[in-house]
């Protein structure tokens, strides 16, 4: 059975010691006959309001393969680490190899960079010259363009009942 447990740990520590807690919580799991499947850290997040007056913290998914005694374990010392703030433990029905959600969100940096550069910079040109061909054809020649514009936007404007002078729509 699998099992997927976030938990959001203080944001007055640093992201090294994050990361010993979330350490020291597998090895609690794999003491108690479990193994962790997928780990990952999310980074510094905002939380949707205050929990013990701080508004992040930082994330952490682990995806446990195990028995009951195995989450039991996991959920016990978490109550008692005093640096996690919340925790969420979900069963799930079948396991997923892909990262989750937020990770496929996040690209590394590296890997952004050059890929929207190449492709920016073509576009960019082109965008520019079909920007300028457009405006010129928008553009209207003589001011009997301009006054039939205006006369539709009059059209357009709802008729207002000037008998109760209340504001509202006439009814026809």
Do not use: C
């Not at 989450?71 to 016990?76: K, M, R």
């Not at 960079?113 to 209207?140: F, G, H, S, V």
């Not at 709802?158 to 509202?168: K, R």
Request: hydrophobic content about 35%; proline content about 6%; cysteine-free.
């Amino acid at each position: 059975m699998y099992y997927e447990t976030t938990f959001i740990v203080n944001p007055d520590i640093s992201q090294e010691k994050s990361q010993e807690l979330t350490d020291q919580l597998v090895s609690k799991v794999e003491k108690a006959g479990g193994r962790i499947v997928k780990r990952e850290y999310w980074g510094v997040r905002l939380l949707a309001y205050p929990i013990e007056k701080r508004k992040r913290g930082h994330y952490v998914l682990l995806v446990t393969d195990g028995e009951a005694a195995a989450i039991q374990a996991l959920e016990t010392a978490i109550q008692l680490e005093e640096r996690i703030l919340r925790f969420l433990t979900v069963r799930l029905s079948e396991m997923s190899d892909e990262p989750s959600p937020l990770m496929r969100r996040r690209k590394p940096r590296s890997e952004e960079k050059p890929a929207e550069e190449a492709e920016a910079t073509p576009a960019t040109d082109a965008t520019t010259d079909t920007d300028n061909k457009a405006a010129a054809e928008a553009t209207p020649a003589t001011d009997d363009a301009t006054d039939t514009g205006q006369a539709a936007a009059e059209e357009a404007k709802p008729a207002v009942d000037t008998a109760t002078d209340t504001g509202e729509p006439a009814e026809a």
